[in-house]
């Protein structure tokens, strides 16, 4: 036995999970949110018991000795050095990692270098690395990557018809991102497919942020998000894919510079943008329930951006075997689903239980023996995934 930490250090926050490994049990689990302020926020939940409290967390050296203090008090660990191992969730990984790699130096060396790729995410998770490391130095440290899983892609599938010179210059292609979530979801989805020879899954992760993958013998084939996360299809506050020239257009006609509309279009569009209601799905919902038509539109547009992907990668994968939906809204919104699901069910010939679809969190199958696909919920855990890495490391 073994215990064994999976972080996930943002700009503003750390999200952090503790498993006792190879049993995969969850020992505490917990957040610190609003680093960087006086008046930010700790919790944590152990053994059935939760606490959340509001205090300065000036840095994310201070979120680490809180995180360690926790446990310590509430006897989830009695000494640090239980901890043999930590997983750091890394956003981007470029064209260097295809797989997690033990957290060295030269590891290091290349996330700091993908900075520019992903501005806020890397460095942040570089913050984070480094004040694990200082409380806990003779650790194994383990990078997981979220664009790891996506590496297996072709050429034609990540390249960017765009001057061969910015792509090679500037390593501009498509990355994707929460590959550890759709690899999770990919091995789960696997006990649904006896059999099968040669697995075609599509694997949809909705959640606030969204993305959706095609899979084939367990490799990802294509993947909705590009360069960054703002790819692919519509999202909570994310445009998702655009014509490029709607950029340089908006711009003109605003006076705001690329960078003021690329924050909008990162922070201010998708549900939120349309609706004019909110990001969040279930006040989209409730407002499309009451008769707004903008939040009507923005449901309506949500629902084909992904019948789209779902079209396109049913014919990239030469068919398909699976259909996983999975993230906020994918495990929790019964009428998103259910929206979707009548979308595609005439071109994919699919035979939906929709008394079946009232799940919400809980791993559930919803087509019918004689849908010519088969469509499940399947909760995601990514830290799950990160733990199992790094602890495959830690017994190398
Ligand atoms: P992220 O991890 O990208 O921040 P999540 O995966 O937590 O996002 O997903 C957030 C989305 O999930 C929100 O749009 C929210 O409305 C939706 N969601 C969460 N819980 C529920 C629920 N019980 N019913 C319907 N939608 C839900």
Redesign the pocket.
């Known amino acids: 036995m073994a215990k064994v930490m999976a972080v996930n250090a943002g700009s503003s926050s750390l999200k952090f999970k503790l498993f006792e490994m190879p049993e995969e049990k969850v020992l505490c689990s917990g957040n610190a949110e609003r680093i960087g302020h006086e008046d930010a926020i700790f919790g944590m939940k152990w053994n059935g018991e939760s606490e959340k409290k509001v205090l300065p967390i000036l840095d994310h050296a201070r979120a680490v000795e809180l995180v360690v203090e926790a446990m310590l008090e509430k006897g989830i660990v009695k000494d640090m050095n239980e901890i043999v191992a930590v997983g750091h969730r890394i956003v981007q990984g470029g064209k260097y990692f295809s797989k997690s790699e033990l957290f060295n130096e030269d590891t290091e060396a290349k996330i700091e270098s993908l900075i520019p790729l992903a501005p806020l995410h890397n460095k942040a998770h570089l913050v984070g690395f480094r004040a694990f490391k200082k409380i806990l130095p003779n650790v194994t440290n383990v990078a997981v990557f979220d664009t790891a899983f996506h590496q297996s892609m072709e050429p034609e599938d990540y390249t960017f018809p765009i001057p061969k010179e910015f792509t090679e210059k500037y390593d501009c292609r498509r990355y994707g991102a929460h590959g550890t979530s759709h690899k999770y979801l990919s091995e789960m989805g696997l006990k649904y497919l006896p059999g099968v020879e040669h697995p075609r899954i599509i694997s949809c992760h909705i959640?606030?942020?969204a993305s959706i993958t095609a899979i084939k013998d367990g490799k990802c084939v294509a993947t909705s998000m590009g360069l960054t996360p703002l790819g692919g299809i519509m999202m909570?506050t994310r445009t998702g894919d655009l014509d490029p020239s709607v950029m340089n257009y908006l711009c003109k006609c605003t006076g705001k510079s690329v960078e003021e509309m690329y924050q909008i279009f990162n922070k201010q569009s998708g549900f939120q943008g349309v609706s004019t209601v909110s990001n969040?799905?279930?006040d989209v919902i409730a407002a499309a329930e009451a008769g707004n038509k903008d939040a009507q539109l923005s449901i309506r547009l949500f629902t084909r951006r992904i019948a789209d992907f779902i079209g396109q990668y049913y014919v990239r994968l030469g068919g398909a075997d699976l259909i996983i939906f999975s993230?906020?809204?994918g495990e929790?919104?019964i009428e998103s689903r259910e929206d979707i699901l009548k979308e595609i069910t005439p071109a994919l010939g699919l035979s939906i239980d929709y008394e079946a679809n009232k799940v919400?969190g809980k791993e559930a199958l919803l087509s019918k023996p004689d849908s010519k696909i088969k469509v499940v919920v399947i909760p995601t855990d990514e830290e799950v995934m990160i733990a199992r890495d790094t602890f495959a490391f830690y017994k190398k």
């Open positions: 959640g606030s942020g909570g969040d799905s279930r993230a906020g809204i929790n919104s919400r």
